[in-house]
């Protein structure tokens, strides 16, 4: 959706709210399930114009530690800042890492492309399926949440043991 704030940018204090259902790609590592929902209010703030509101979004992601796949709810707090002077010029964004990623030109917001770099923004980095998931065996490949693998370490095991003393020992030498 694309939405028109030429109005807005013309007029301080002038604001305007919008409902919001995107559909959005998958971005790297997590999968959009169903459409991004939400709303946005556009303010304008004198030299800036303020997008606030909140986004919901169902995410799928595989667990870092077992590759299994789960879901998750985000629910974002958005509050971004748009320089608005200079009549006609291009609105720019302020703090922005990627500023070609722009999601407003000529007082247009892309609001697929905004509410895009919204959920990449606020997805987590990683994903566990469970707290407590146990991952799979390095060694053998095992998923270690069905089975115990007959090389699996742990905790109190000698093998753990000589670990620990080996960095006992770096810690001595460095
Ligand atoms: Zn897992
Ligand atoms: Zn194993």
Redesign the pocket.
């Known amino acids: 959706m694309k939405i028109d704030l030429a109005n807005i940018a013309g007029t301080p204090g002038a604001r305007g709210r919008f409902a919001i259902s995107e559909r959005i790609r998958a971005s790297e590592g997590a999968a959009c399930v169903g459409p991004v929902t939400g709303e946005l209010t556009v303010e304008n703030a004198g030299s800036l114009l303020l997008i606030r509101g909140r986004l919901r979004a169902r995410l799928r992601m595989s667990?870092?530690?077992?590759?299994?796949e789960?879901e998750l709810d985000l629910d974002l707090e958005i509050e971004e800042e748009f320089a608005s002077e200079g009549a006609g010029a291009d609105i720019e964004t302020i703090d922005r890492e990627e500023p070609e990623l722009a999601a407003i030109s000529d007082y247009v917001l892309d609001a697929h492309e905004f509410v895009r770099q919204q959920v990449v923004a606020g997805a987590p980095m990683s994903f566990?399926?469970?707290e407590d998931?146990?991952?799979i065996c390095p060694q053998c490949g095992a998923d270690l949440?069905r089975s115990p693998c007959d090389c699996a370490v742990t905790p109190g095991d000698e093998r753990w043991a000589k670990l620990g003393e080996l960095l006992k020992d770096g810690a001595r030498g460095g």
Do not use: E, H, K, M
């Open positions: 667990c870092v530690r077992c590759l299994a789960g566990l399926c469970r998931c146990r991952g949440n």
